[in-house]
């Protein structure tokens, strides 16, 4: 299976902008579905985005439409959520995730099948 690591979490200020990574091994990242989520302290864990295989169709949970936007660069086996207008509620562990199928009703609920280790992002006032 795929191994996801994720990095570029830290404090940022409201308002600000942080790009998170996910780099990938073990398998060839074009196979995999490859999503976001997050998981703020004391709070059920959230999906936040998803991108298909070939990275033309993407999707994102209503909180963060408009401000983040999720890609990836096959070449390079990596993953990117790029997170701008930060507000105070996006504060969490931020986690990749991958699948083979595009399955959106069932992430929401049961998360993806392969994940990383997170990194946590601060939005600070």
């Known amino acids: 299976q795929v191994r996801l690591v994720e990095s570029g979490g830290g404090l940022v200020q409201a308002g600000g902008s942080l790009r998170l990574s996910c780099a990938t091994s073990g398998r060839t990242l074009s196979t995999y579905v490859m999503g976001w989520f997050r998981q703020a302290p004391g709070k059920e864990r959230q999906f936040v985005a998803a991108?298909?295989?070939?990275?033309?169709?993407?999707t994102y949970a209503e909180p963060v439409k408009g401000r983040f936007t999720i890609s990836r660069n096959n070449n390079k086996n990596t993953a990117y959520l790029q997170m701008d207008s930060l507000k105070l509620e996006d504060t969490a562990n931020y986690y990749c995730?991958?699948?083979?199928?595009?399955?959106?009703?069932?992430?929401?609920?049961?998360?993806?099948?392969?994940w990383g280790k997170g990194t946590l992002v601060t939005v600070s006032s």
């Open positions: 991108i298909n295989s070939n990275g033309e169709s993407t």
């Open positions: 995730a991958a699948d083979t199928e595009w399955a959106l009703n069932k992430w929401y609920q049961n998360g993806m099948p392969i």
